[in-house]
């Protein structure tokens, strides 16, 4: 069992990350993860993101879940919002494709307009 100074460690790690989550006005990246999201892939789409932003050491960088986003034809689906610019749907997302996204558009500023919503249609 843990002591109360253990619980309280992990107690006070925690609240700090929900605080930088609270407060953070960084680029986000947020996957579907309704049911469609997760029975279409979406959790191992969740988890390169999650990868790479982590090999990357990318503070200002939040990987995030919502629910349904209306297209599920399309999922899995990443949107990534970086401030100040529109947010960019990528859809039928796979995990390989992870790498390339943060390295180009979350890093970079440059979309990969291939994978985006608008090639899709």
Same mark, same amino acid.
């Given at each position: ?15 700090? =990350?929900? !605080? /930088?989550r609270r407060e953070h006005e960084g680029v986000?990246?947020?996957? @579907? #993860? ?20 982590? =090999?990357? !050491? /990318? ?10 986003? @209306? #297209? ?20 039928n997302v796979k995990p390989e494709m992870a790498a ?22």
């Amino acid at each position: 069992m843990k002591s109360i100074a253990d619980l309280e460690a992990i107690r006070q790690k925690t609240l700090s =990350k929900v !605080n /930088l989550r609270r407060e953070h006005e960084g680029v986000r990246i947020v996957v @579907g #993860m309704a049911t469609c999201g997760i029975a279409a892939g979406a959790r191992p789409v969740m988890n390169a993101f999650i990868d790479e932003v982590g =090999k990357r !050491n /990318l503070l200002n960088v939040v990987v995030a879940q919502t629910g349904c986003i @209306g #297209m599920c034809r399309y999922e899995p689906i990443v949107e990534v919002m970086r401030p100040g610019e529109e947010k960019v749907t990528y859809v039928n997302v796979k995990p390989e494709m992870a790498a390339r996204i943060v390295a180009d558009h979350v890093v970079n500023g440059k979309p990969v307009v291939e994978y985006t919503i608008s090639e899709a249609e």
